[in-house]
Every structure is written in C-alpha cells, then in structure tokens.
C-alpha cells in the first residue's frame, strides 16, 4: 500500500516542485514517488503555507529568466549558424 511518507517529507517535496525549477515528474522521480503521487500532494498544499510568496516570486522569476535565456542561446546559435565558418584570423 502506501509508503507512509511523513508529513515533513510531503512537504518538502511540495516546495521543492514549486521553487525548484526542475519539472514535476524530475522530482518526483529523485525522491523515489509517482508524478500522481507529488501532484496530490502539490494540490493538496496548495492554499497552505509551505511555501511562501516570496519564495514562489522567486521560483516565477527564476523560471522566467531560464525561459529568457534559453531563447537567447538559441538565438545565439541560430545567428553562429547564419553567419557560416570564420577565417582563423577573424576567431
């Protein structure tokens, strides 16, 4: 049946799913439960204090700034591509 997971440990799991940055199921898979399992959990402490707002400003900041700089390294990649192999003189 159930593993008995500790209501400490339910909560952790919930803070670090919303302030971590990875996805749901890359945490659910480090601490060994099922991607169901953490998403109960998450729901249920959803209205409760386990993580703060500040902490989830953060963790939306964070998140905001990863997406920015994906995009710019892709970018980036793109204009590298464009622009064709350089002389060993112009490197």
């Given at each position: 049946?159930?593993?008995?997971?500790?209501?400490?440990?339910?909560?952790?799991?919930?803070?670090i799913?919303?302030?971590?940055?990875?996805?749901?199921?890359?945490?659910?898979?480090?601490?060994?439960?099922?991607?169901?399992?953490?998403?109960?959990?998450?729901?249920?402490?959803?209205?409760?204090?386990?993580?703060?707002?500040?902490?989830l400003?953060?963790?939306?900041?964070?998140?905001?700034?990863?997406?920015?700089?994906?995009?710019?390294?892709?970018?980036?990649?793109?204009?590298?591509?464009?622009?064709?192999?350089?002389?060993?003189?112009?490197?």
């Amino acid at each position: 049946m159930g593993t008995g997971r500790t209501d400490e440990f339910r909560a952790d799991a919930v803070r670090i799913a919303l302030t971590s940055g990875l996805t749901r199921r890359q945490v659910a898979s480090d601490l060994g439960v099922g991607l169901s399992t953490l998403n109960k959990w998450v729901t249920a402490h959803r209205d409760t204090d386990v993580v703060s707002d500040k902490e989830l400003d953060l963790a939306r900041e964070n998140e905001r700034l990863r997406r920015e700089n994906r995009i710019l390294r892709e970018e980036r990649e793109v204009l590298k591509n464009r622009s064709g192999p350089q002389p060993a003189c112009a490197r």
